[in-house]
């Protein structure tokens, strides 16, 4: 008998509010020690400095213990673009847990229906990671398929999070498969945690804005047969008048306006976010 068995027994003989006690004890270590390690990859250096001045719009801790990240995960990431949140989830997994990066396979996408771009998106973030093997040596890459996706064996995800992602797969009719694959691939109980661009009201699914109904995203998810568990405003942005004439991209960080306008949607900031936790039963 190890001495942790031990304790519990001579805890269990002493009586089940000791027991209890010590067990909530335990948890908040374990959780403090959690909120550290995740301090620590928001505070790394390695870090792109361009990526670490969004972080007021982003609020990656914030964002992050919402969807319940733990360090011991198996977390899946959908398209992580240019490695924003790859650079913190990484390092942050990478003793304990498993990070997956999922991306468009360029190999299943049209020649003249944006294999270029996914290409030229899958390469970059290739060299990334393999161009800092202290942060991303564990990665694991997942191509899949945007027209049947598939991210991994079913049930063996505790976490799946997209971030800024539905608008696009809704235009190009893919919404709702890739939601069955995110149910799919989680684990009973698992989380899957979805930041989106939030319109002021439903939206059509060829909108060009890049604004989503937040109505419509959790019909999305729970259509696949998540149950919503959580919303926060973490992300909101009440300044976001969702009016632009670029859409979302109008705003930081992309910035498509006048350079005589940049004073008022600098002062406006990245656009209104909704921050959605579904969970499967």
């Known amino acids: 008998m190890n001495f942790r068995t031990l304790s519990l027994v001579m805890l269990a003989a002493l009586g089940t509010p000791a027991l209890v006690h010590a067990q909530h004890a335990a948890h908040a270590a374990s959780q403090a020690a959690a909120d550290s390690a995740l301090d620590q990859a928001i505070a790394a250096g390695t870090r792109t400095p361009a990526n670490v001045l969004r972080d007021k719009y982003r609020h990656p801790r914030e964002t992050l213990g919402f ?137 059509p699914a060829d909108d060009d804005t890049g604004y989503v109904g937040q109505a419509q995203v959790i019909a999305l998810a729970e259509a696949a047969g998540f149950k919503l568990a959580g919303q926060s405003e973490v992300n909101a942005n009440a300044r976001d008048t969702k009016d632009h004439p670029n859409g979302v991209w109008t705003l930081p960080p992309t910035n498509q306006h006048d350079a005589k306008d940049d004073a008022k949607y600098q002062a406006i900031g990245e656009s209104d976010r909704m921050t959605l936790r579904f969970v499967k039963p």
């Open 67 to 203: 969807f319940q990240l733990k360090p011991d995960q198996t977390v899946i990431e959908i398209t992580p673009g240019g490695g924003w949140y790859s650079e913190i989830l990484a390092p942050y997994l990478r003793e304990h847990g498993t990070y997956v990066a999922a991306v468009v396979d360029p190999s299943a996408v049209p020649a003249g229906g944006g294999r270029d771009y996914q290409q030229r998106s899958f390469d970059s973030l290739k060299k990334k990671f393999e161009g800092a093997p202290a942060q991303f040596d564990k990665v694991q890459l997942a191509p899949y398929s945007p027209t049947s996706p598939m991210f991994g064996a079913p049930g063996s995800a505790d976490l799946v999070l997209t971030f800024r992602n539905v608008h696009n797969w809704r235009k190009a009719g893919q919404a709702e498969g890739m939601f069955r694959g995110f149910y799919n691939v989680l684990k009973s109980g698992g989380v899957l945690g979805v930041v989106e661009h939030r319109a002021s009201k439903d939206v």
